[in-house]
Nanobody
Framework: QVQLVESGGGLVQAGGSLRLSCAASGRTFSDYAMGWFRQAPGQEREFVAAMSWSGGSTYYADSVKGRFTISRDNAKNTVYLQMNSLKPEDTAVYYC??????????????????WGQGTQVTVSS
């Protein structure tokens, strides 16, 4: 079992920045890939970013490329999402996710088997 707890969401003006954190526990964090997703009201959950177990590979949705950065600290069992130049359309609940089914394997787009509870990000215009 893996437990994921997100934090760092909030209200920010357009053009501002936020950093989300996701603390993981329960398995060897450094073995599995992590991802961030978001879901806006009335919309389906969408992929935002992913990072390999080592942090050496990343993949981003086109909508956030150049503005968001995913990173991880395996010593702290934590993955981050630095969000800059935020836009109102970035408003959503943000979820972190873990793929423990393929340890130490990198596939940019993958299915995740553990999810956090989400943290709200609201960007005002």
């Amino acid at each position: 079992q893996v437990q994921l707890v997100e934090s760092g969401g909030g209200l920010v003006q357009a053009g501002g920045s936020l950093r989300l954190s996701c603390a993981a526990s329960g398995r060897t964090f450094s073995d599995y890939a992590m991802g961030w997703f978001r879901q806006a009201p009335g919309q389906e959950r969408e992929f935002v970013a992913a990072m390999s177990w080592s942090g050496g590979s990343t993949y981003y949705a086109d909508s956030v490329k150049g503005r968001f950065t995913i990173s991880r600290d395996n010593a702290k069992n934590t993955v981050y999402l630095q969000m800059n130049s935020l836009k109102p359309e970035d408003t959503a609940v943000y979820y972190c996710a873990a793929d423990t089914t393929r340890p130490r394997a990198w596939v940019p787009l993958r299915k995740y088997d553990y999810w956090g509870q989400g943290t709200q990000v609201t960007v005002s215009s």
